[in-house]
């Protein structure tokens, strides 16, 4: 998944969990940091940081990542 915007992020999630056999499955984590450049990341992040975090990144690069509080 690219970490364009909440919304999307969430869209992708919900087909992701579609097949599940659990009936109501809504349980997501993140369990891969692809693309942030080593930022300190929780795998429980919302969207909304995770999409901030992102943008950040594309601005300033690895050093972003570095200073990301």
Do not use: N
């Amino acid at each position: 998944m690219d970490a364009t915007t909440p919304d999307e992020i969430m869209g992708q999630v919900h087909t992701m969990l579609a097949p599940s056999p659990l009936p109501s499955a809504e349980e997501w984590a993140i369990h891969d940091y692809e693309g942030f450049e080593g930022a300190s990341l929780s795998k429980y992040a919302s969207f909304e940081t995770v999409c901030a975090l992102a943008e950040f990144i594309g601005g300033h690069g690895r050093l972003g990542a570095k200073v990301w509080p």
